[in-house]
């Protein structure tokens, strides 16, 4: 047998060649399309991850504040109970002083907070009120008549003039 080589027209030669780079170019585009679909998902990737780690560094620094704020939570509970029941005396002591100096009775002062009680003996100072000559609620002035602001002050002004 001899070396048999069988031509091929040339013009099927670059038909092929031409089919060929034809298909190059779409699958380098396709390559293209694709490595930027990739470089973009991996930018992504990357933003997300550093992302994460910035959440993650941010989470362990709120950790170590909490746990130095753990005993100024409790310090603070601590003192909120303390300040609770030195209002508490002091509004006791507030109606005690009222009652003693005044002579105001009991039930009328109670269930009144602070600021009230304070407004009270403030009133009572400036109508100059000694104690036992008439009563600020008005219900010891006569039948159980109820007083405003304005007559009590000028009852009391009237009781001072005397």
Do not use: C, W
């Given at each position: 047998?001899?070396?048999?080589?069988?031509?091929?027209?040339?013009?099927?030669?670059?038909?092929?060649?031409?089919?060929?780079?034809?298909?190059?170019e779409?699958?380098?585009?396709?390559?293209?399309e694709?490595?930027?679909?990739?470089?973009?998902?991996?930018?992504?990737?990357?933003?997300?991850?550093?992302?994460?780690?910035k959440?993650?560094?941010?989470?362990?620094?709120?950790?170590?504040?909490?746990?130095?704020?753990?005993?100024?939570?409790a310090?603070?509970?601590?003192?909120?109970?303390?300040?609770?029941?030195?209002?508490?005396?002091?509004?006791?002591?507030?109606?005690?002083?009222?009652?003693?100096v005044?002579?105001?009775?009991?039930e009328?002062?109670s269930?009144?907070?602070?600021?009230?009680?304070?407004?009270?003996?403030?009133?009572?100072?400036?109508?100059?009120?000694?104690?036992?000559?008439?009563?600020?609620?008005?219900?010891?002035?006569?039948?159980?008549?109820?007083?405003?602001?304005?007559?009590?002050?000028?009852?009391g002004?009237?009781?001072?003039?005397?």
């Open positions: 047998m001899a070396d048999e080589t069988k031509m091929v027209p040339e013009a099927d030669l670059l038909a092929v060649k031409a089919r060929l780079k034809q298909e190059t779409q699958l380098k585009t396709q390559l293209d694709m490595s930027q679909k990739a470089d973009t998902h991996y930018s992504s990737l990357l933003a997300e991850k550093a992302a994460k780690e959440v993650t560094a941010e989470l362990e620094e709120l950790k170590k504040e909490a746990e130095q704020l753990r005993p100024l939570s310090a603070k509970e601590q003192a909120a109970k303390r300040i609770k029941e030195l209002e508490d005396m002091l509004l006791d002591v507030k109606i005690k002083s009222l009652i003693q005044h002579k105001i009775p009991a009328k002062l269930g009144k907070t602070l600021a009230e009680l304070n407004a009270i003996d403030e009133a009572l100072k400036l109508v100059g009120r000694e104690a036992g000559r008439f009563d600020v609620t008005g219900a010891g002035i006569g039948a159980g008549a109820k007083l405003s602001a304005m007559e009590k002050l000028k009852v002004f009237d009781q001072l003039k005397r």
